[in-house]
């Protein structure tokens, strides 16, 4: 099976900076994914790091470890808007690539 | 809007019936996913298909079944309702697999 952890909750201020770690456990492991998820909406893709090191994009970066089995979101000049879940999920190689998601990290955002 | 659409948005019905749920894919998407969110249990994976054919099924019950029909669009029965099914019910589709996904708003099932 595949075991993601990630924190239940976290909050920031708005503009600071927050990072959400995920760690996974998998055998087989091809790549990460990182969705946004607002309440009661449906989850929308952030990132999908495959190799090892940091993808950048605008305000949202994602980093992987392939050998430490860790990713991290690092969300930048936060604002309001970005209060919400963030999913990690995990795809195995040989097979059919499904996403297995963790729980989700519920951040909130205060001014 | 990711171009996925889901029917009904919401769905209140008894224990012990039987709903049906409707995903239409991106126009193109060849995958289509089902998910269902719980408030214990998070985003977990039922059933995939692929370009009409059964490719992957997860923690999917017995009491429920899908189909993809040859429009590519979805169908997630669930039969039997218990009060645990409540949930909400996702559906994904995928241009290839090991892609991302484009998610749907969802159904919103209350079963009473």
């Known amino acids: 099976g595949q075991n993601i952890d990630q924190p239940t909750e976290m909050t920031a201020t708005e503009g600071a900076i927050v990072q959400i770690n995920c760690t996974y456990q998998t055998s087989g492991f091809n790549g990460l994914f990182w969705y946004q998820q607002h309440a009661g909406e449906a989850p929308t893709f952030l990132s999908y790091n495959v190799l090892d090191g940091l993808e950048e994009k605008g305000r949202f970066s994602s980093f992987l470890s392939r050998s430490k089995g860790y990713s991290y979101l690092l969300l930048k000049e936060l604002q309001m808007k970005d209060s919400a879940s963030y999913l990690c999920?995990?795809?195995?190689?040989?097979?059919?690539?499904?996403?297995?998601f963790g729980r989700g990290t519920s951040l909130i955002v205060h001014p | 809007d990711s171009g996925v659409t889901q029917t009904p948005k919401h769905l209140i019905t008894a224990t012990g019936q039987r709903v049906t749920l409707r995903c239409s894919p991106r126009s193109g998407d060849l995958s289509v996913y089902w998910y269902q969110q719980s408030l214990d249990q998070g985003l977990q994976f039922l059933i995939q298909y692929y370009n009409g054919e059964e490719r992957a099924k997860g923690n999917i019950l017995e009491r429920f079944s899908a189909q993809q029909f040859p429009d590519l669009h979805s169908e997630l029965n669930l039969s039997s309702l218990e009060l645990g099914d409540s949930a909400l019910y996702f559906c994904?589709?995928?241009?290839?697999?090991?892609?991302?996904?484009?998610f749907g708003s969802g159904t919103q099932l209350s079963v009473l």
């Open positions: 999920a995990v795809t195995k190689a040989g097979g059919s690539y499904i996403p297995t």
């Open positions: 994904a589709s995928s241009t290839r697999t090991n892609e991302k996904l484009f």
